[in-house]
């Protein structure tokens, strides 16, 4: 078995399991935030009234929860549901709720690994696409829709087909200026944004070996932009020491075994990689970064679980470091512990001196909710995942996916700039 | 949940790929939490322009299709966020049935929670579908779709056509066997393919 099958056999109890089993797993964590969660209360309501018992959840302990999509609440019903969120957590006792304005909070997806709420080896669904981020962890980590969400907080289990798995082996070290986003970009244009539907897409290879654990989070954040059902990467030394930073030793590694089985290989040169962009209106329409379009940039914008970890942010700062912008920008840390750190080694100066806006952690403008959405004909350079239209704000504005180092050199030139050319 | 049992309607031809939800329910109306009323923001930015006047040139708008039910549509139909307000807003509007070459998986499971039958075609007989001006019937307990000329079959999971013929609830239908799946799991040999 491979480590998506190994996690999903453990999760049902089970000895083994192949592609297409419909299994019933145990679910180790589960994650909601101010979108997913107000749509469980929804549901949760409607089950009452059918006379079904919903006065405990079935472990609390295992539950947490997100402020992320529409913090700082920019009108009331956005802070309604913040007040509805916190009584819910109140009420089931749940006590990992990281709070707009209390300390650590941030994007659900940063939270996962920032502060170790998911481990290697376990069944982790959230109530959001992009929840597959944290398979870089060595989880089984997908997302669900709220409805099925409700079920798991009352039930603790949940159906699962198994999926079949698309192994991705990335050959050689990145070059410098060539991150994990424009990998994951030059994949998902070569595969398409249906090219891991129902499937489990799995890295490895030197290319993996050599990354950061950052940097594989990127690639399986995006894996979601492929349609897949989760993005994985068997964990190693690295996943251990960084979730040991993060006060966690007990973990349980779980592997693929030597003669896993996959139902595609596909081979990516790595270390051949150059910065790459996804232009309007979908992530797989990608190009490198010097062959693209020359537009005048209106906005940079350096945000999101994809694009504001503390290794986005030191190769934004990377770039920016003595340069002043010619475009608005704005850096959102995606959470509260790595605008912490970004302030302790001189990021923020770096940011502030080179004119860019730095705001608090929220999914913000990724999603258009709030917080420098763009208005009609704007265009956007952005480290954020989707580009859909009307994605960032008006539905005749524009937005670029790129790498934080391509947004940081886009933001001093205003037009798409590799960073090697600066 | 309405039980499905079958559905006569005309067609509304949606042909794109790649429908992703962001489309089908804006950003702006995620924080709405009723299942109720979403209908009006369906295709919010297709079927309406800034000021909020419904765009001629958009399928949705032309009268012919007020009161059609079936949606046939592109390849990876649902793509892009989980959130479930779009399955609200289709079914809100009055679709109660899409089709389509190939949807994206967690709509899919969003559709089988609120009462819509997504189904799985060949993209020959999607586009054929799409081309077809009379009322089709899509009948549920004997799968088969009956258009003026031919009757096509389709696929689906007995344990989802069940749920949908019968109206019930997914999390309430388990919960009513709990029990029978605890015992099963621990007894049974075989592998649980329910």
């Known amino acids: 078995m491979n480590i998506t099958e190994k996690i999903l056999a453990r999760g049902a109890g089970k000895s083994s399991v192949s592609p297409d089993d419909v299994v019933f797993a145990n679910v180790d964590k589960v994650m909601i935030h101010d979108v997913s969660g107000p749509g469980v209360i929804k549901v949760f309501d409607k089950l009452k009234k059918q006379g079904i018992s919903i006065d405990k959840l079935w472990d609390p302990t295992k539950v947490w929860v997100a402020e992320d999509h529409f913090v700082p609440s920019a009108e009331k019903v956005s802070a309604e549901n913040i007040v509805k969120l916190s009584n819910f957590t109140k009420n089931y006792g749940i006590e990992k709720h990281f709070k707009y304005g209390m300390g650590q909070y941030g994007i659900c997806h940063t939270i996962s690994h920032e502060e170790a709420m998911v481990l290697p080896g376990e069944v982790y669904v959230g109530g959001d696409s992009h929840t597959n981020t944290t398979g870089a962890l060595g989880a089984f980590a997908c997302g669900l829709g709220h409805t099925d969400i409700a079920y798991v907080l009352l039930n603790g289990k949940i159906w699962f087909k198994v999926p079949e798995t698309y192994y991705f082996k990335l050959n050689g070290k990145l070059p410098d200026h060539v991150m994990a986003k424009d990998l994951i970009l030059k994949i998902i244009g070569e595969i398409g944004t249906d090219g891991g539907a129902y499937q489990t897409m799995q890295f490895g290879g030197s290319g993996v070996d050599e990354m950061s654990v950052e940097s594989r989070l990127t690639l399986c954040n995006m894996t979601t932009e492929a349609g897949a059902k989760n993005g994985i990467v068997e964990p190693d030394q690295k996943v251990v020491d960084y979730l040991t930073q993060r006060g966690t030793t007990d973990m349980n590694l779980i592997k693929g075994d030597d003669d896993a089985e996959y139902a595609k290989v596909f081979e990516f040169e790595s270390s051949e990689m150059e910065p790459t962009v996804a232009k309007p209106f979908s992530p797989e329409n990608t190009t490198v970064v010097r062959e693209a379009p020359s537009v005048e940039l209106d906005k940079s914008y350096i945000g999101s679980c994809t694009g504001a970890k503390y290794e986005d942010l030191v190769a934004a700062a990377s770039v920016l470091k003595g340069r002043k912008v010619k475009i608005r920008t704005e850096i959102l840390p995606a959470a509260i512990s790595i605008y912490q750190r970004a302030m302790e080694n001189g990021l923020l100066k770096i940011f502030l001196d080179a004119g860019v806006t730095v705001g608090p952690p929220t999914c913000g403008a990724c999603c258009g909710a709030h917080m420098g959405v763009l208005a009609k004909d704007e265009i956007c350079i952005s480290t954020t995942n989707r580009n859909f239209p009307g994605r960032m704000g008006h539905v005749e504005s524009q937005t670029y996916l790129s790498s934080p180092l391509v947004a940081a050199a886009s933001a001093i030139t205003g037009k798409i700039t590799d960073p090697r050319d600066l | ?194």
Request: charged letters at 25%; a negative charge.
């Open chain 2, 1 to 194: 949940m309405e039980p499905f049992k079958s559905v006569s309607s005309i067609v509304t031809p949606l042909d794109k790929v790649n429908v992703d939800t962001d489309q089908i329910v804006p950003k702006q109306f995620l924080k709405l939490v009723q299942k109720s009323g979403f209908g009006k923001f369906l295709f919010f930015n297709w079927r309406f322009d800034e000021n909020e006047n419904k765009k001629s040139d958009f399928i949705l708008n032309d009268p012919k299709y007020k009161n059609s039910q079936i949606l046939v549509t592109g390849d990876n139909f649902g793509c892009g966020s989980s959130r479930e307000h779009a399955v609200s807003a289709l079914l809100d509007y009055g679709f109660s049935v899409i089709i389509a070459p190939s949807f994206a998986d967690i709509f899919l499971s969003n559709c089988f929670k609120n009462g819509i039958l997504p189904i799985t075609l060949d993209q020959q007989l999607v586009e054929k579908l799409q081309q077809e001006n009379g009322a089709i019937n899509v009948d549920l307990e004997n799968q088969i779709i009956k258009t003026p000329s031919e009757e096509i079959s389709f696929g689906i999971d007995s344990y989802k056509k069940k749920i949908l013929l019968e109206g019930l609830d997914d999390i309430a239908q388990t919960f009513q066997y709990e029990d029978k799946i605890l015992e099963f799991e621990k007894e049974s040999k075989l592998p649980s393919v329910l």
